[in-house]
């Protein structure tokens, strides 16, 4: 395009330049033609045309010619061997044919009619073209080489960042394993060498926190069920006492219920703690044992294993199926529905499910004390309870909603809490 473009603009400039130059020709030999006229014109009131063949001769080797014509009979003229018959146009008397200039006047003394005819030779301009289209078309020639070569180091460039660009992008999804694409040489060499240095690191670095990771989840289980063997001997220890120590003894009595009540919540803690490093685990390694199930069905028990008796729950449920971990959903269900039952003090819970675009949609309202917006964000994190004190007493292990947000999560859903009057959580898990 370039090209194309430089050569028209090439090709304007040289016709430009043509028709300046012979502008400048025509007016010089039509000043030219009027000295003549006026020089002439005393040898032709004589009727001289001795003398006018003589003034006209001083030309003869110059490049101007000068013919005087009386009625289209030549009666002097500066070559005598050439001459023209040239028509005289009163509005244009200047002609170019081929590559001279003819200018003709009029000149009338009298009753007599002269015509005096002027011509020029433009050989020199013709010359000075012919070399300019010369170097203008090597200067095509030249610049469609260089743009060849030019478009093809562009068009490597582009090729060589196109794949290492792919290879990034890859690497930004995760896959460490993609095969990087490395130029020969030239200024990406070096940048594709980093991003595959950096690649191998960032991939052994993640595996060794995956480690880590694992290693972290296992110990905290195992720690967990080395507790949960003498915390069931406790509780039924507790159960035993209970049912045999005589009720009108007011201290054993008050110490059995401090014993009951902080076994249970260490029992709750224990099997939270292994709910969410079980998930943790799952998550690690990548197997999520998914089936198919009715989303609406598992709402329906998550309400009823709730057993809400002083709360009324309004459904509107549409018959929608899911591929997941049907036990997960009904788990998170179930914290969610007895948060609101726990700590919203609302007579009542909307729960809708509904298809938008190609995901469940699950929303959990209450229209209770909600929770006051500084802690919204910090709501999903481990341990993390609005009021310490109030989630104890209700029984709370601070890991309720952090189990619900990693059930989500290995769904690869999303959760989002509103709060104004009530909490609204809404649930999106992808159908397929
Ligand atoms: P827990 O397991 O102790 O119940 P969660 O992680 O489930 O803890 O909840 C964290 C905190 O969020 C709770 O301490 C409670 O104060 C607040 N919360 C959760 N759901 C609601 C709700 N529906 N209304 C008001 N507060 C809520």
Request: hydrophobic content about 40%; aromatic content about 8%; some cysteine.
């Amino acid at each position: 395009m370039i090209i194309t473009a430089l050569t028209i603009l090439a090709k304007f400039q040289l016709e430009q330049f043509k028709s300046a130059y012979f502008e400048e020709e025509k007016e010089e030999i039509a000043v030219l033609a009027k000295q003549v006229s006026w020089a002439v014109k005393p040898a032709l009131a004589d009727k001289n045309y001795k003398e006018l063949q003589e003034f006209c001769s001083l030309f003869k080797d110059s490049d101007t010619s000068i013919v005087v014509k009386k009625d289209d009979k030549v009666i002097a003229d500066s070559s005598l061997e050439d001459q023209y018959v040239i028509e005289v146009e009163p509005e244009d008397n200047t002609f170019i044919i081929s590559q001279t200039v003819y200018h003709s006047v009029p000149i009338k003394i009298g009753d007599d009619t002269y015509t005096l005819t002027i011509s020029t030779t433009v050989q020199d301009i013709s010359k000075t073209i012919a070399k300019a289209k010369k170097i203008i078309i090597w200067s095509i020639i030249i610049g469609i080489f260089v743009v060849i070569i030019l478009a093809l180091y562009v068009y490597n460039m582009y090729k060589s960042f196109n794949g290492l660009q792919n290879s990034a992008v890859k690497i930004s999804e995760g896959d460490f394993d993609t095969e990087i694409f490395i130029p020969r040489e030239g200024i990406l060499y070096e940048l594709a060498c980093a991003v595959k240095k950096m690649s191998k690191r960032l991939k052994s670095q993640i595996i060794e926190l995956r480690k880590l990771e694992s290693f972290r989840s296992d110990f905290i289980a195992s720690i967990s069920h080395e507790i949960k063997t003498p915390l069931t001997g406790i509780l039924s220890a507790v159960e035993i006492l209970e049912e045999q120590v005589k009720e009108d003894d007011p201290v054993v009595s008050k110490c059995l219920t401090i014993l009951n009540k902080q076994s249970q919540r260490l029992n709750s803690l224990v099997q939270d703690v292994l709910r969410l490093s079980e998930i943790e685990k799952r998550k690690l390694a990548e197997e999520k044992d998914f089936k198919r199930f009715n989303l609406a069905n598992t709402i329906r028990n998550s309400i009823m294993l709730c057993t809400v008796s002083d709360i009324k729950v309004n459904t509107k449920l549409e018959d929608i199926e899911i591929y997941g971990d049907n036990a997960l959903i009904e788990r998170a269900l179930i914290n969610l529905i007895m948060n609101a039952v726990k700590y919203s003090k609302s007579d009542k819970i909307d729960i809708t499910l509904t298809q938008k675009e190609n995901n469940a949609e699950i929303r959990i309202r209450d229209y209770g004390v909600g929770i006051p917006s500084e802690h919204l964000p910090r709501i999903f994190e481990h341990f993390y309870r609005v009021d310490k004190a109030r989630s104890r007493e209700m029984g709370g292990t601070g890991l309720g909603l952090a189990i619900v947000k990693n059930v989500i999560n290995l769904h690869n859903g999303n959760i989002e809490v509103f709060s104004g009057n009530g909490c609204e959580f809404v649930i999106t898990i992808p159908l397929f």
